[in-house]
């Protein structure tokens, strides 16, 4: 396991392939169980269509995923030899603002994922606006479905003329993205360079989000943590969860929930489940404040240090 821990978007108009894109990764970085494509390979046998095991495994990613079955890519992660990726998927636009608002999903980078055969689609510009909005540094523009379109680079050379169009239009440092010729069906440029593009001369993808620069945590910000959730646990009472976004937070440290301003001094941290005596950004928590009851936050409270609340808008 590498040190490095990196939150990864991937973004893009809905049917340009992103579920796929996202099995492909898991698939060519081994992070996908064993048991699950063996199940996919019987079945594909079963069906005469022995070796079709990887595109069962794609088709079921979606499935699964509305069935909360095996592989559940809202939160799914895999290795490279520089990071430890989460992926923080974003299904639908709605869903997806709402989560990058609660901070459920703030993420460091984004695979924007364009489709060769399609381009840029209302739910493409959406996203790069999003991802420019709310901070995403770098962006890896995979040129998806290169399959369908026969590898044909004059195809590529369009579609990379217009994200870059959208991008200026939305003040993105066209400089920091990076444009990928990919077939996430076929694995073209993923993990491995590809014949079908001799054209291309660039990196793969993985070598890409290996390359990302390191999210330089903000530690020395005032603590801010979204709350995800509020649990109930036997023996311990209330337990907020949530990312630690900036700042620290330390056992034994006053804090503030806003807007329903309540607070309370921190009795137990916890990651992982086992204890910590402090937690810094992009950790995921649970944390044990003293006299606050399950009915006096809620999903979407911010809490920070008593002495530096997190400021509450009128409107």
Same mark, same amino acid.
């Given at each position: 396991?590498?040190? &490095?821990? &990196?939150?990864?978007?991937?973004?893009?108009?809905?049917?340009?392939?992103?579920?796929? %894109?996202?099995?492909? %990764?898991?698939?060519?970085?081994?992070?996908?169980?064993?048991?699950?494509?063996?199940?996919?390979?019987?079945?594909?046998?079963?069906?005469?269509?022995?070796?079709?095991?990887? *595109?069962?495994?794609?088709?079921?990613?979606?499935?699964?995923?509305?069935?909360?079955v095996t592989i559940d890519i809202a939160h799914q992660e895999f290795s490279t030899d520089a990071y430890d990726f989460t992926i923080v998927d974003c299904p639908g636009?709605?869903?997806?603002?709402?989560?990058?608002?609660?901070?459920?999903?703030?993420?460091?980078?984004? /695979? %924007?994922?364009v489709a060769a055969d399609d381009g840029v689609a209302p739910q493409t510009q959406e996203h790069v606006f999003l991802a420019r909005t709310l901070g995403i540094d770098?962006?890896?523009?995979?040129?998806?479905?290169?399959?369908?379109? !026969?590898?044909?680079?004059?195809?590529?050379?369009?579609?990379?003329?217009?994200?870059?169009?959208?991008?200026?239009?939305? &003040?993105?440092?066209?400089?920091?993205?990076?444009?990928?010729?990919?077939?996430?069906?076929?694995?073209?440029?993923?993990?491995?360079?590809? !014949?079908?593009?001799?054209?291309? @001369? $660039?990196?793969?993808?993985?070598?890409?989000?290996?390359?990302?620069?390191?999210?330089?945590?903000?530690?020395?910000?005032?603590?801010?943590?979204?709350? &995800?959730?509020?649990?109930?646990?036997? $023996?311990? $009472?209330?337990?907020? /969860?949530?990312?630690?976004?900036? $700042?620290?937070?330390?056992?034994?440290?006053?804090?503030?929930?806003?807007?329903?301003? /309540?607070?309370?001094? /921190?009795?137990?941290?916890?990651?992982?489940?086992?204890?910590?005596?402090?937690?810094?950004?992009? @950790?995921?928590?649970?944390?044990?404040?003293?006299?606050?009851?399950?009915?006096?936050?809620?999903?979407?409270?911010?809490?920070?240090? *008593?002495?530096?609340?997190?400021?509450?808008?009128?409107?």
């Open positions: 396991m590498s040190e &490095q821990h &990196q939150n990864l978007a991937i973004i893009g108009h809905v049917d340009h392939g992103k579920s796929t %894109l996202v099995g492909r %990764l898991l698939y060519e970085t081994g992070s996908v169980p064993e048991h699950v494509i063996e199940q996919h390979r019987e079945e594909a046998e079963e069906k005469g269509k022995g070796g079709f095991e990887f *595109a069962y495994v794609m088709d079921n990613l979606a499935e699964e995923r509305e069935r909360g636009h709605r869903d997806f603002v709402k989560n990058m608002i609660t901070g459920a999903s703030q993420a460091d980078n984004a /695979v %924007l994922v770098e962006l890896i523009i995979g040129v998806n479905k290169m399959d369908v379109v !026969d590898y044909k680079e004059d195809t590529f050379d369009e579609v990379v003329d217009e994200v870059n169009q959208l991008l200026q239009q939305v &003040q993105f440092q066209t400089d920091d993205a990076s444009f990928i010729p990919i077939s996430a069906f076929e694995g073209d440029n993923i993990a491995e360079a590809s !014949d079908e593009t001799p054209w291309y @001369d $660039g990196r793969t993808l993985l070598e890409a989000l290996n390359d990302l620069p390191e999210p330089e945590p903000p530690t020395d910000a005032p603590l801010r943590l979204p709350i &995800q959730d509020v649990y109930t646990i036997s $023996g311990i $009472g209330t337990v907020p /969860v949530g990312r630690i976004e900036t $700042g620290v937070m330390n056992i034994g440290d006053n804090v503030s929930f806003q807007p329903s301003d /309540v607070g309370g001094e /921190v009795k137990t941290i916890e990651m992982h489940h086992e204890e910590v005596p402090k937690a810094e950004p992009g @950790d995921n928590v649970g944390f044990n404040v003293r006299g606050i009851g399950k009915d006096d936050i809620r999903r979407g409270d911010v809490c920070g240090p *008593a002495d530096e609340p997190p400021s509450v808008a009128e409107t």
